[in-house]
């Protein structure tokens, strides 16, 4: 057989075995890359190519290839269970800025010079060290940011500012194509979207992509990137209707002769009053 055929055979049953041990291995690998993870990913990468070209004996690499497997996922199992095994393979946390004071000695201990501080904290649009109040190196090397409390940003919680819940937006709409079970999930129908779609003077096949939130407002983007869609006012819309329902029971009330329709009028208004009031926190975006 020739040589490349033989490269090519070993390679594509490699990176199918490679394949499967890494997946063995979890998908903490990809997602919190310690030091550890990174020396094991290189060595299996290296050991996977060795065996690829012939440069070792295949017996010999396919033991060191599931040893290299087998031994981190090992110690990933021992790690979840013990605290001691986790600071040994992962590391500890370091605090690097403590009450807006920074520990030079904690900087030399994880080997970071003030400009590694200072680029760290610009990535989490920290540009002024005085503002946080504490910043901690973790074990995958991110730096997780505290602000002081008056540099962080304003929240609706922080001016106790009541907000509706919020709930994933189900894409209907793409490339032209209308996606029913997103919209039974919505529990609207096509039906609902054409008319929707017609409000906005636009025709089916010229949406890109269109979105459906929880408020039951569409948004759409077309093809065509010229053309100005007009914003979803559905909220806009019933904040409206709920005041106008409620003006018009104010004037009745003062329209009508009878005690008892005035009266009727007076208590629907209130109710309405209370209703708009409670509702018009959640109509703002």
Known sequence: MPEWLLILFRS???????LILTRLLGKRQTSRLTFFDLITG?????????????????????????????FPALIYLLSIKSKIVRD???????????H???????LMEALYTPE??????????????????FAVLEPTGDVSVLLKKDSQPLTPKT????????????????????????LAAMGLNRGWLHTELEKAG????????AQVDSAGQLYLDLFDDAIQVP???TKDLLLATLKKCQADCELYALGTKSPEAKKMYGQSSQILAEVIADLEPYMKR
């Open 12 to 18: 594509a049953g490699l990176f199918i075995i490679a």
């Open 42 to 70: 290189i060595v299996i990468g290296v050991i996977v190519a060795t065996i690829s070209l012939g440069l070792v004996n295949l017996t010999y690499g396919l033991v060191a290839l599931v040893i290299w497997t087998a």
């Open 88 to 98: 040994i393979i992962q590391g500890k946390e370091t605090v690097l800025i403590n």
């Open 100 to 106: 807006g004071k920074v520990l030079e000695d904690k």
């Open 116 to 133: 590694d501080l200072l680029s760290q904290l610009r990535k989490k649009d920290v540009f002024n060290f005085a503002d946080v109040e």
């Open 159 to 182: 001016i106790d500012l009541k907000v509706g819940r919020e709930s994933v937006p189900q894409t209907v709409m793409m490339d032209g194509v209308i996606m029913d079970e997103p």
């Open 202 to 209: 636009v025709a089916p096949e010229n949406v890109f992509i």
């Open 231 to 233: 914003k979803p006012k």
